[in-house]
Structure formats: structure tokens, C-alpha cells
């Protein structure tokens, strides 16, 4: 339970705290529709390519959906062009092609996100919780 003071409202939230396996006896006890994806291995819905996903889970969404690297690559060229339009330098950038895989690998392969990219990370280096 918590209070919306805007509204003036109190907010039930009843799965905040449910594991993954609560919600998942409680989706195949009433038998609610959800995602085919899920069931095809895929843990983490959202949009595709999202930069706050990891190198290896952009990897596989591309590789599945490649229609949509040619549209970020698309929309690239068009960023290129518009910053070249405007007088703006293209930095290391030729095209949308190399924007995409300076967004994907920064400078070179790697599992980390690229620097001046945002990372939300939580607990230490070792990658235990705070």
C-alpha cells in the first residue's frame, strides 16, 4: 500500500514484491495470457536495442528482429546528415552504420556499456546488490 498525494488516493500494489516465481504460479493458476516471448526464453521486455540492455542481449534482439538495426541505422544517417547540415562535426562518424556500432561497442567489443553512455549499476564492482 502506499498514498498518492496527488490524487489523494490510496495504491495497492500487490505483486511489488512477489518473486518471479509467484508471479509466474499466479499467471498459470488462472491461466492469464502473457507474452509468447517469454516462453521462448526471453526475460526482459522493453524496447529493442535499448542502451541500458547489455552488449550480449542487443546482440540476440538484433540478430531476431534484424529489421530493426536497419532502422536505427536509418535513423543514424539521418542524425549524420542533419549534424552535417547544421555545421556540426560528425566526429568519428561516416555514416549511421558507424554511429550504430559506436552505440553498440563504443571502440571495441565489449560487454560493458560504452563510455558516455548511460548505466544504471547497483552495489559494488563485484556486482553484488547495496
Request: glycine share 10%.
Amino acid at each position: 500500500m502506499e498514498t498518492c498525494a496527488l490524487k489523494g488516493k490510496r495504491v495497492l500494489n500487490p505483486i511489488i514484491d512477489w518473486t518471479e516465481e509467484e508471479v509466474w504460479r499466479f499467471i498459470r493458476t488462472y491461466g492469464l495470457p502473457y507474452c509468447v516471448l517469454y516462453d521462448l526464453g526471453v526475460h526482459r521486455l522493453g524496447c529493442l536495442g535499448c542502451p541500458l540492455a547489455s552488449t550480449k542481449n542487443r546482440e540476440r534482439e538484433f540478430a531476431r528482429y534484424p529489421q530493426y538495426a536497419r532502422a536505427y541505422i536509418r535513423a543514424f544517417d539521418r542524425m549524420v546528415e542533419a549534424r552535417r547540415a547544421s555545421g556540426k562535426p560528425r566526429g568519428s562518424w561516416k555514416d549511421g552504420e558507424s554511429v550504430f556500432w559506436w552505440w553498440m561497442y563504443g571502440n571495441g567489443k565489449r560487454e560493458r556499456q560504452i563510455d558516455g553512455q548511460m548505466e544504471l549499476e547497483f552495489g559494488d564492482e563485484a556486482g553484488t546488490a547495496a
